[in-house]
Nanobody, 127 residues
Framework: VQLQASGGGLVQPGESLRLSCAAS????????IFWVRQAPGKEREGVSC????????YYADSVKGRFTISRGTAKNTVYLQMNNLKPEDTAVYYC?????????????????????WGQGTLVTVSS
């Protein structure tokens, strides 16, 4: 199982970024994909997830209405579209999966249960 996140960068407040997660060794249609971020000096925060079976999506309150998770046309790619970025969105963003943790609102807080992680991509929002 491998995951690779990409697409991070430096943007100004209010701008957008799209992160990509390339999965290999498993299919996002069989297991959920989580986006988790970790800001400097803070604990990991589950940002969003997409369910494997029906594609249901869930978001942390901090990003609801600004971020959108979706599957790409390439079967093993999942995106996180981030709009209206704020300085508090600055963090390393990881895509991750777990074979036993479902994608639900409450499981966004279960980052300690997630087994498989990508290497992370840095998002910096600053003027």
């Amino acid at each position: 199982v491998q995951l690779q996140a990409s697409g991070g960068g430096l943007v100004q407040p209010g701008e957008s970024l799209r992160l990509s997660c390339a999965a290999s060794g498993f299919s996002p249609y069989h297991y959920p994909i989580f986006w988790v971020r970790q800001a400097p000096g803070k604990e990991r925060e589950g940002v969003s997830c997409i369910s494997s079976n029906d594609g249901s999506t869930y978001y942390a309150d901090s990003v609801k209405g600004r971020f959108t998770i979706s599957r790409g046309t390439a079967k093993n790619t999942v995106y996180l579209q981030m709009n209206n970025l704020k300085p508090e969105d600055t963090a390393v963003y990881y895509c991750a999966t777990d074979f036993e943790t479902p994608c639900k609102t409450e499981t966004l807080g279960w980052t300690h249960r997630i087994d498989y992680w990508g290497q992370g991509t840095l998002v910096t929002v600053s003027s």
